[in-house]
């Protein structure tokens, strides 16, 4: 039993983490990310992760799996039981997106609004995709009312953390894979 109860406890504490800008993070503007980014758009991938979305102090945890095939990207979020709240599909081309929830709960339709907000899904796309090639391994991207945090890279640059704050609104997403 206690085995049990320390394994949620870990599962729990850890699926919570963040991450904060610190002191020494490279500091840039949109205008040097656009100069700084490789023209080179990522297609056909798997991509895991977890994540964390606040609003003002509440906060929410799970799972993210994305995965981009023909032009089309699905997005499925999963709650820290492993079950699916949401699956997401995106057309980047188009500029469409479609939010379909396994619940109905305000919690859920903030999220969904947050995505519809100012194409925030299709910004939130584009700096993952496109992280900046400095050296640093912490870059922050001041980009209109945003604040963007990248945290460490995988190989072939691919982004490790990244974080988006905006306003009481904050979206956290430590990636544990990217697949072609």
Known sequence: MRLIITFILIQALTSCATFRPQENDK?????????????????????????????????????????SASNVDTVFLFNPFNTVIAKIKLNPTTK????????????????????????????????????????????VVNNKHWKITYKDSLPSNKTKQISFEKNDIRLDILFTSWKK
Do not use: C
């Not at 469409?96 to 609004?113: G, L, P, R, Y």
């Open 27 to 67: 500091l840039i503007n949109y205008h040097e990310y656009e100069k700084s980014i490789s023209e080179v758009e990522l297609e056909n991938f798997n991509a895991s992760s977890k994540f964390t979305f606040y609003v003002k102090d509440k906060g929410y945890s799970g799972k993210l799996v994305w995965q």
């Open 96 to 139: 469409e997106f479609a939010i379909f929830t396994q619940e109905n709960s305000a919690d859920i339709a903030q999220f969904h609004d947050f995505l519809k907000k100012d194409d925030n899904i299709f910004l939130m796309r584009q700096f993952i995709l496109h992280r900046p090639l400095f050296e640093d391994k912490n870059i």
